[in-house]
């Protein structure tokens, strides 16, 4: 299995502040890495596909890059809104499997 | 815009089957893959399998011996079974819209609202 590592495990940051957040796997998988957004009791929602294209309807100030085993989630300029967990998941080959997830806290 | 829907027991005891069914609207079940994921209480996402609409099946090896999905396309449902559950199956299970056919490339779009399942006695 391809095992995703998401850190930080969580971070506190203020409305406006620009957001990283990173993903590594355990081998390579090209771009096949897609990111989700998860608010409590909520179901997660697409953000981006292929480790960089915006998914319909998402802000832009979402962003992903990177390739093969290192991937980067970006928010420019962070809203109220954005406050969740943020999850990353390969499709480079099955079991499909997700990092262990970002929260994102109000500072 | 497609809506996904879970429905099943929010209770199920040790060593029985969990059964959930998802019914796909406001589009066809035809050309896509469809996925099974779930997420126990506090914890991350798993995901479980997925089913082609015309019936082929790739399961998470971890759960293989114990999972079924299947398809009822006259009824544009799928179905997920996993049998001899026991207290770590408890989760909230999601059903969700995988890739199209003739796609190398899986993410889950969109989701269902999710349901839990607790596993006791």
């Known amino acids: 299995d391809i095992q995703m590592t998401q850190s930080p495990s969580s971070l506190s940051a203020s409305v406006g502040d620009r957001v990283t957040i990173t993903c590594r796997a355990s081998?390579?998988?090209?771009?096949?890495l897609n990111w989700y957004q998860q608010k409590s009791g909520k179901a997660p929602k697409l953000l981006i596909f292929?480790?960089?294209s915006l998914q319909s309807g998402v802000p832009s100030r979402f962003s992903g890059s990177g390739s093969g085993t290192d991937f980067t989630l970006t928010i420019s300029s962070l809203q109220p809104e954005d406050f969740a967990t943020y999850y990353c998941?390969?499709?480079?080959?099955?079991?499909?499997?997700f990092g262990g997830g970002t929260k994102v806290e109000i500072k | 815009q497609m809506q996904l829907q879970e429905s099943g027991p929010g209770l199920v005891k040790p060593s029985e089957t969990l059964s959930l069914t998802c019914t796909v609207s406001?589009?066809?079940?035809?050309?896509?893959?469809w996925s099974w994921i779930r997420q126990p209480p506090g914890k991350g996402l798993e995901w479980i399998g997925y089913?082609?609409?015309?019936?082929?099946?790739n399961y998470n090896p971890s759960l293989k011996s114990r999972v079924t999905i299947s398809v009822d396309m006259s009824k544009n449902q799928f179905s997920l079974k996993l049998n001899s559950v026991t207290a770590a199956d408890t989760a909230v299970y999601y059903c969700?819209?995988?890739?199209?056919?003739?796609?190398?490339?899986?993410?889950?779009?969109?989701w269902g609202q999710g349901t839990l399942v607790t596993v006791s006695s």
């Open positions: 089913i082609y609409y015309s019936g082929s099946t």
């Open positions: 081998q390579s998988i090209s771009s096949y």
């Open positions: 406001g589009g066809s079940i035809s050309s896509y893959y």
């Open positions: 969700a819209r995988d890739r199209i056919s003739g796609y190398d490339s899986d993410w889950f779009d969109p």
């Open positions: 292929a480790a960089s």
């Open positions: 998941q390969q499709s480079s080959s099955t079991p499909l499997t």
